[in-house]
């Protein structure tokens, strides 16, 4: 008989004339799970050559007629009307054509047609999954009775989980009128023994299913303990070939990774700036701002190249910053992905300990201990942070550090409030009674005022910080030293114990709101702890020098300098940061802030601290032991522009009563007026709790009416 199909028409559902088989790397299906027209054309060809194959005639089928036409028309010849699905797990994998082909062959020997517009499949998809668009496309049409048959190459297209398989052939297939055929395993449903072997053949997939995963990673695994590089390189090292290694299975060069210098400098910045306190926005804008200035050929090493705008966003940067790996500790299998049934979904879950492979590479370290344990401190005390200006410019000196101030009531930090002002952000909840609003710029004004006064010629400063610090060290020895740091050894065991205890209590459904605090919290005590071992460690075997009085001197009155520039604004950059840090560790960390409100006037903010310049002192200098308990008088600021005649108070009284103007001269010389002048010289007086040398009668009366 002919095999040939009856072409008389033009159309050949819009595909191509070539009759050409798809090439790797083109798409087979649409969103909806559909064959492309584009390849329509492959699978008529492969139908007339699976016909002359098996002797059959399709002489009564036109391409060009509508798809209920060719049905009626299959039907008529007795042709059963089919319908096949094809998936593949990855994008990577190219087997569409093989599974139509077999599906097409396996049908046309079963007189059974599938037509092109009954050709469905999903592409990277898993089995796992059960909203599959294709799967979906499938279901529709056994309820519409398009189709008599599906044709699969293998069961576990269809599905790799027993329940859900059997669930779909049965319920949804099979209860429907619709016969499943499986090419590979030679499955009919109208076989007696088909439930029988769909069971064995499920249960035989999802135990494939789940030894693959392990296999891969068992691969891995020993790339790994060679120090081979497995996957993407990290930001800040490239993959260097090493041919004489070998090749991948996939035929590719192993690779081991390597530093880039430029990329490595910028990330160690980084370090530096979260330990000084910079937010995460901030640092983050820093960083992207660092990145642009390098080569194209190096900043591709700087983000991570699946990023679509090549930059690095603040929540990718945080899990950057807290890569143990930068201080040459590689991990490899911390995490392992999870199906869940209930979520359709797959998870990141930790992996048992045992299961982790940890290796130490002194080449591949790019932070030291202690600067990364400080800034994994500075990461877990707080969020990222407030944003910045949305116009993409730098932000001011006193915007840097608005998170230092704090609630006096609730405690929480302040925020923006409108472009020059911050405030409580639960005051305006209702929530908090401290309301009010403080100029950004002058509160830092005032601040450093205050600051650069403790600090100016402060002798009793020196000599109390050489004293203390001499009777540290004493005190330090070499077993007090050591004692020490078994005690934070055994208490990082214990955090890291009550860790694992949360991570283990959540399973695979995740860690809810109080989990994640309780572990954020003893996150953060175990980097306070770890930074102390590392400074303890690094102490015990250098060399420890008394710190000078020359020293002493030389280190506040370069901070002098830091805090003029800072209350004049001539700083930017990296000078911008040095100042900031500095200004948090003299006020001790934190500024609280409360509100006053005199009488017929605005509240104003009032801001308390403490000075700390021992902070300073032992970040600037290595023979400073932070640990130094230098108390210093608690220091109280008034974030308030005074009015003009509190502005002039001091010149118009030196000019009152030490050359003898007049109030009428003093208002002329001013402009303000005699009485302006004469308030000038009350508020000079009142300020300093004395009284004044005479009144007016005005004055006298507003008083007495005030007292009353």
């Known amino acids: 008989m002919s095999s040939c199909i009856n072409n008389s028409g033009n159309g050949n559902g819009g595909a191509s004339q070539d009759g050409r088989a798809p090439q790797m790397g083109v798409q087979y299906f649409d969103g909806e799970g559909k064959l492309l027209p ?174 693959l995963p392990e296999f891969v990673r068992m691969g891995q695994k020993a790339h790994v303990k060679n120090g081979f590089l497995v996957g993407a390189s990290p930001v800040g090292y490239k993959p260097v070939p090493v041919p004489e290694a070998g090749f991948t299975k996939k035929g590719k060069v192993k690779t081991r990774a390597e530093i880039v210098p430029e990329v490595a400098a910028i990330i160690r910045r980084s370090y530096e700036r979260i330990g000084e306190g910079v937010t995460i926005s901030e640092a983050c804008r820093l960083y992207n701002q660092d990145v642009a200035g390098l080569p194209e050929n190096v900043r591709q090493y700087a983000v991570d190249p699946r990023s679509l705008t090549r930059t690095m966003r603040p929540e990718a940067f945080r899990k950057l910053l807290c890569r143990e790996r930068y201080t040459g500790v590689w991990r490899f299998g911390v995490l392992r992905n999870q199906w869940l049934d209930g979520k359709n979904a797959t998870v990141q879950v930790a992996a048992p300990e045992h299961e982790v492979i940890t290796y130490e590479n002194e080449d591949l370290r790019i932070v030291s201990d202690e600067l990364f344990h400080r800034a994994q401190q500075k990461l877990s005390e707080g969020t990222r942070g407030r944003h910045g200006p949305r116009t993409g410019r730098e932000a001011s000196l006193a915007t840097t550090l608005i998170n230092m101030y704090r609630c006096s009531e609730c405690g929480h930090t302040f925020h923006y409030y409108g472009l020059q002002y911050m405030h409580c952000p639960e005051s305006t909840k209702g929530t908090c009674s401290n309301k009010g609003t403080v100029e950004r710029e ?78 954020r919290k003893l996150k953060a005590d175990k980097s306070r702890l770890m930074s102390e071992l590392v400074t303890l460690k690094a102490r015990s075997s250098e060399k420890h020098e008394p710190i000078t009085e020359t020293e002493v001197l030389s280190i506040l009155s370069s901070f002098d300098s830091l805090l003029d520039d800072a209350a004049t604004g001539n700083l930017g950059g990296d000078s911008k940061q040095q100042a900031a840090a500095l200004i948090r560790d003299l006020v001790g960390g934190t500024v609280t802030v409360s509100f006053k409100r005199l009488q017929g006037r605005r509240a104003f903010g009032v801001g308390t601290f403490t000075p700390a310049p021992v902070l300073a002192l032992a970040r600037h200098h290595k023979n400073v032991n932070g640990a130094t308990t230098l108390t210093l008088p608690v220091t109280t600021v008034e974030f308030r522009k005074l009015p003009r005649y509190a502005r002039i108070a001091d010149e118009v009284y030196r000019l009152h009563m030490y050359e003898g103007l007049s109030f009428t001269e003093l208002g002329k010389r001013f402009k303000c007026g005699s009485g302006n002048a004469w308030g000038a010289f009350a508020y000079w007086h009142e300020s300093r709790g004395y009284p004044v040398p005479y009144k007016r009668d005005r004055y006298r009366k507003r008083k007495e009416g005030q007292a009353s």
């Open 38 to 211: 584009a390849h329509y054309s492959f699978i008529y060809d492969q139908t007339v050559e699976a016909a002359r194959r098996h002797n059959k005639d399709l002489t009564w089928m036109r391409q060009d007629d509508p798809l209920d036409k060719r049905r009626v028309a299959a039907r008529s010849n007795v042709w059963e009307v089919g319908a096949s699905y094809c998936r593949c797990s990855t994008d990577m994998q190219d087997s569409y054509q093989g599974q139509m082909t077999s599906c097409i062959d396996k049908a046309i020997a079963n007189n059974i047609i599938i037509f092109p517009e009954l050709a469905a499949g999903d592409e990277a998809v898993s089995g796992k999954r059960g909203d599959r668009p294709g799967l979906e496309l499938v279901k529709s049409w056994v309820r519409a009775g398009k189709m008599m048959v599906l044709v699969a190459y293998s069961i576990n297209r269809l599905f790799r989980r027993i329940h859900k398989g059997l669930q779909f052939v049965r319920e949804d297939v099979i209860e429907h009128g619709v016969k499943v055929l499986a090419v590979a395993e030679r499955l009919d449903s109208d076989d007696k023994q088909f439930s029988t072997i769909l069971n064995v053949t499920m249960m035989v997939a999802e135990m494939q299913a789940s030894a």
């Open 442 to 519: 002058h509160a830092l004004k005032e601040i450093v005022t205050a600051l650069r006064e403790k600090i100016q010629d402060n002798t009793e400063l020196v000599a109390e910080i050489i004293r203390q610090s001499r009777e540290l060290d004493m005190a330090m020895d070499e077993d007090n030293v050591a004692e020490r740091i078994v005690s934070l050894e055994k208490g990082i065991r214990r955090l890291n114990t009550h860790m694992t205890q949360i991570e283990d209590s959540c399973g695979g459904d995740g860690m809810d709101k109080d989990e994640q605090d309780r572990h």
